[in-house]
């Protein structure tokens, strides 16, 4: 999908004019006069949060119900609009219409499991949270507020690649994972550039964990409790299934001309350039058709790839949101976004339902 926002204000000062237009018929941009580019979905600059959400995403939510891994991964030069679209930031003063993402699959989760457990006294659910970010090659928890994880990235045959080590917090309303998320944020790396006064210095990656148990209906106990009704289940008979739905706000790619950036922030605009170099390498190697299955995909070059494996290629539903600016001063920024979505769009997946093979009906 492609999201182009709307003109800033020192945009619609300088440079008014418009380089990026939608033909929403066929889900085509096209950039400048004559290049053109079609997606899955692409959304102008009058789109609403909402129509992003029950569009594209809403059938994601479904999906991880089912057992499905889900990723949602934001891309985008600095300042077009990502940690916007993402919900992602830390403003408490978003509206039920300008809300994000993120918020928006939150208050569905909950209202889900209610319903879900409601009419299905056999399924349980359990969710936990995790909140990583990726600064230059260093994994921070920022659940943790006492700054002492030591996150590691691992690999097992059974449960592919993980990550150790890092605090998965129980949570059970809408208010508790808000809550989360909103800590977390505050704890992310940024800093001002002449681009975005709140630049991301760090990929940050917020993930859901969902742990659905189903059982057979059999009843092993049945009594009271102290004067609460109280049934308990064989825990033999059962079927427990496991998803991670991940949302991945990445740093946005810079020129240090456009943004300023000088000394450490000038070292930090490097760090970010080459992940999402890696990234445009295993997106590379995974969507052109001339290479895919014969090229080596380059996951372990650098963090963010080794983390996003599963959500490339591997065991995800996957949507890449594409954010860009319609200026013409972001032309060319613009223009390789597009180019590195385009790409992104010929990955295919292997999604699976995430069931633990020592308790399957």
Not at 256 to 264: S, Y
Not at 268 to 294: P, Q, Y
């Amino acid at each position: 999908a492609v999201r182009i926002r709307p003109l800033s204000t020192e945009e619609a000062i300088h440079e008014p004019i418009l380089c990026l237009d939608t033909i929403p018929e066929g889900s085509q941009i096209v950039a400048g006069n004559d290049t053109f580019f079609t997606f899955d979905y692409v959304f102008g600059v009058e789109t609403q949060q909402s129509k992003i959400y029950d569009e594209c995403v809403i059938d994601l939510v479904d999906a991880f119900f089912e057992g499905f891994n889900a990723t949602i991964l934001a891309y985008g030069q600095t300042g077009s609009g990502k940690t916007w679209t993402m919900g992602s930031s830390s403003d408490t003063n978003m509206t039920l219409q300008t809300i994000g993402i993120i918020p928006r699959v939150i208050k569905n989760l909950f209202e889900q499991v209610k319903r879900r457990e409601a009419s299905d006294p056999d399924s349980t659910y359990k969710i936990q949270v995790q909140f990583l970010e990726i600064y230059g090659e260093d994994i921070r928890d920022l659940l943790d507020q006492t700054k002492t994880s030591n996150v590691t990235i691992r690999e097992t045959r059974e449960d592919g690649v993980f990550v150790a080590g890092a605090r998965e917090e129980l949570v059970s309303s809408y208010e508790q994972m808000m809550k989360a998320l909103e800590d977390g944020t505050k704890h992310r790396t940024t800093a001002s550039t002449r681009m975005n006064q709140t630049s991301s210095r760090s990929h940050a990656i917020f993930t859901v964990i969902l742990e659905h148990t189903i059982y057979d209906g059999s009843v092993v106990e049945s009594g009271l409790d102290g004067g609460v009704p109280e049934v308990v289940r064989s825990a033999t008979h059962q079927e427990v299934r496991r998803s991670k739905f991940h949302f991945v706000d990445l740093a946005g790619s810079e020129r240090a001309k456009r943004t300023g950036a000088q000394g450490h922030q000038l070292k930090e605009g490097i760090d970010i350039n080459k992940g999402l170099l890696a990234l445009g390498n295993v997106i590379s190697a995974l969507g052109d058709d001339t290479k895919r299955g014969k090229a080596f995909v380059p996951y372990r070059d650098s963090k963010l790839t080794r983390m996003l494996q599963d959500s490339l290629g591997g065991n995800s539903k996957t949507l890449m949101i594409c954010c860009v600016s319609p200026s013409s001063l972001n032309f060319n920024e613009s223009v390789n976004a597009l180019r590195y979505a385009n790409r992104a769009r010929n990955i295919k997946n292997k999604p699976v339902v995430n069931r633990d093979p020592t308790l399957v009906m």
